[in-house]
């Protein structure tokens, strides 16, 4: 990191459609504010893993109950399902580097306090259950956040490396973290591994207030809470690209979290390894990822994105059914490192599959919601492999969960994900300013939008084909309610209507239409007959008095 005292600046260099198939896999570290966030992050994540050891340890000396053992896992990770979608309509709308920096010195704060009660004898199950509580929810808000600003960290051609290398740093710190926390414990108590996460969170503080990310412009004011979160529902109920993203991210997360959460068993049972050995095969898994963050740029010149995601699924597929039955700790080490690469290159494109159809004024909403069906998926899948684990046996259950990640590909083949194709996501800002002859509060409401189309009746079948994208645009931007009519008394004659909540959703529609969305219009259009363009009208609900 440079010593001089300037503030951390984003620079990004454009590059031709050439580049991203040339793109290495290190390439977004020649950036200075990724460098050092990645470098942080790391550091900060192989703290969290620490902290994760020393809080289950300690709640066993502190209660020999298995349900309170068991509920520290459930507070860490309870609060991905409480506030996935909040969190992430609060980075849409609030200054995400102020976000990131509240959320970091809450998490200061609470692994300090954890540390200094350990330190001090004072802890309670109750106290640890809260504090890891508290954790979960920082970790939580700040998971959004971290998955929207990585677009504006990196040139778009280089967002698939940036995002494989992300991956490649929670798998370096998951292989890492608990093998060092577990050393630490050992020599000096959870006390130890708690304070040293929260000095790990400075880093990362330091990183951030020096980086000035260009600011978001818009004139309007910004959406509230609830409106947020309905608009970033409302644009995944109608994208059926992001429904594609997070229908293959959970069949494949689901049956891939047999291998991660029946390891440790096969580890201890099968293969006779302990804690030392575990943390081997983990290793393995991270050396894998690291193998595959530097094959991905070869293998997205061969192979497209869907064929990436069904060859990773297969070949992790493969791996969980050498989990079940190899024996020899050495091979079994060869087929998780392969595991590792299958995981970082199905994770990758699946992040960059979900982030490059997503514009920047909704992506916080959108990735928190594809966090949720990640986590939820681990999750609910551990416990079904773990359930089935108990009736049917270890190697039984791993066998189920790889014939599922094999067959997955074919099952899941008509969902085609969009992949590194480049949409064009930027504002293209060419609607016109509604003509405003009355004084209007953005709050008054509901908007109502006409467009009125004079189309030939012998291509009225092909408008209506084109037209039915334009609903799509108009819902997923914001409209609540779309229509397109027809004149009973003049049959070349169609209106369509769409209506916003408020005449400020409205202007926020004037500040979405993409350079994507503008081609669609245009397609419409061109069935408009006459010189002049489709006639634009606004209107406003008006109050009746009592």
Avoid at 3 to 8: F, N, R
Avoid at 81 to 105: H, K, N, S, Y
Avoid at 284 to 308: D, H, M, V, Y
Avoid at 368 to 378: D, I, K, R, S
Wanted: charged residues 15%.
């Amino acid at each position: 990191m440079a010593k001089s005292a300037k503030k951390l600046t984003l620079t990004r260099k454009h590059k031709g459609k050439d580049s991203a198939s040339s793109a290495s896999a290190w390439s977004p570290l020649s950036g200075s504010v990724f460098r050092a966030l990645w470098i942080a992050t790391v550091i900060s994540n192989v703290g969290t893993w620490m902290q994760d050891v020393g809080e289950s340890w300690l709640m066993t000396s502190l209660t020999p109950s298995p349900v309170l053992v068991a509920l520290v896992e459930t507070a860490g990770s309870l609060p991905v399902v409480l506030v996935a979608l909040p969190a992430g309509a609060l980075a849409d709308i609030v200054d995400r580097r102020r976000l990131l920096l509240v959320m970091q010195i809450w998490m200061f704060v609470a692994a300090g306090a954890m540390g200094v009660l350990a330190l001090m004898g004072h802890v309670t199950p109750s106290r640890l259950l809260w504090l890891t509580f508290l954790l979960g929810i920082g970790s939580a808000m700040s998971n959004p956040v971290w998955q929207a600003i990585t677009p504006e960290l990196v040139s778009p051609s280089d967002l698939p490396a940036a995002i494989t290398l992300s991956g490649v740093g929670i798998n370096i710190a998951r292989a890492i973290g608990p093998a060092l926390g577990g050393l630490i414990v050992a020599a000096s108590g959870p006390w130890a591994v708690f304070l040293l996460n929260a000095a790990s969170f400075i880093g990362i503080m330091f990183v951030v207030y020096r980086w000035q990310p260009a600011p978001r412009k818009s004139k309007l004011p910004p959406e509230d809470m609830i409106g947020a979160m309905r608009a970033g529902t409302r644009y995944l109920r109608h994208s059926p690209e992001l429904q594609t993203v997070l229908i293959r991210s959970g069949i494949f997360v689901t049956c891939a979290s047999a291998l991660w959460a029946l390891l440790p068993q096969q580890a201890r049972r099968h293969l006779g390894l302990g804690s030392f050995g575990y943390g081997l095969l983990l290793g393995c898994i991270g050396f894998g990822a690291l193998i595959g963050a530097w094959l991905l740029p070869k293998l997205r010149e061969r192979l497209s994105t869907n064929q990436s995601v069904a060859a990773g699924t297969v070949v992790f597929g493969l791996t969980t059914m050498s989990l079940a039955y190899v024996h020899s700790f050495a091979v079994l080490a060869v087929t998780l490192a392969g595991g590792g690469i299958a995981w970082i290159v199905v994770l990758s494109n699946l992040n960059v599959a979900a982030q490059t159809v997503t514009p920047s004024w909704v992506r916080a909403r959108v990735m928190a919601v594809y966090l949720l069906v990640f986590m939820g998926g681990l999750a609910a899948g551990s416990a079904i492999w773990g359930f089935v684990a108990a009736r049917a046996g270890v190697s039984a259950a791993l066998m189920f969960a790889a014939i599922g990640l094999i067959i997955g590909p074919l099952a899941t083949w008509r969902f085609r994900l969009v992949g590194n194709n480049t949409l064009s996501l930027t504002p293209s800002m060419h609607w016109p300013e509604p003509v405003m002859m009355i004084d209007t509060e953005g709050s008054e409401g509901p908007a109502i939008t006409l467009v009125e189309f004079r189309i030939d009746p012998k291509t009225a079948p092909e408008f209506l084909q084109a037209m039915k994208e334009m609903r799509r645009i108009r819902q997923r931007d914001g409209a609540i309610r779309w229509n397109l009519l027809r004149d009973t008394a003049d049959p070349q004659r169609y209106v369509e209507t769409f209506v916003t909540e408020s005449w400020a959703d409205h202007l926020r529609q004037h500040e979405r239409v993409t350079a994507e969305n503008r081609e669609v219009e245009q397609r419409a259009q061109a069935f408009h007959l006459g010189p002049e363009p489709p006639k634009v009208t606004h209107l406003i609900a008006e109050e009746i008095p009592d």
